[in-house]
Nanobody, 125 residues
Framework: VQLQAYGGGLVQAGGSLILSCKAS????????FGWFRQAPGKEREFVAA????????EYADSVKGRFTISRDNANKKVFLRMNSLKPEDTAVYYC???????????????????WGQGTLVTVSS
């Protein structure tokens, strides 16, 4: 499966942004999806994940209550809605796909098989 992330940009602190990830190829329903981010000078970290059925989500503590991951199976898209953005949310955001055979939901990036190219989110103070 190929992934293309988009929707990043410059936003003021407290603002909102929606990232999208368009998948092509593969059978979309067979994949769980995740969002990860990498801030300047830091390692990539987990942000959010969504099971293949859509009924199970996981979030990093730093974004819990502010970010929401969702999926649109019909259009093969995954979204990350980000509210109450903070300067520390500034990073390149990556979507990733995990081919799973059940409702397993991983948060370890090593488990994700396919990655998009990343989209930059900059939050100004």
């Amino acid at each position: 499966v190929q992934l293309q992330a988009y929707g990043g940009g410059l936003v003021q602190a407290g603002g909102s942004l929606i990232l999208s990830c368009k998948a092509s190829g593969g059978t979309f329903q067979y994949y769980a999806f995740g969002w990860f981010r990498q801030a300047p000078g830091k390692e990539r970290e987990f942000v959010a994940a969504l099971s293949r059925g859509g009924g199970w989500t996981e979030y990093a503590d730093s974004v819990k209550g502010r970010f929401t991951i969702s999926r649109d199976n019909a259009n093969k898209k995954v979204f990350l809605r980000m509210n109450s953005l903070k300067p520390e949310d500034t990073a390149v955001y990556y979507c990733a796909a995990d081919r799973v055979i059940s409702s397993v939901l991983n948060t370890d990036e090593a488990q994700f098989d396919y990655w998009g190219q990343g989209t930059l989110v900059t939050v100004s103070s």
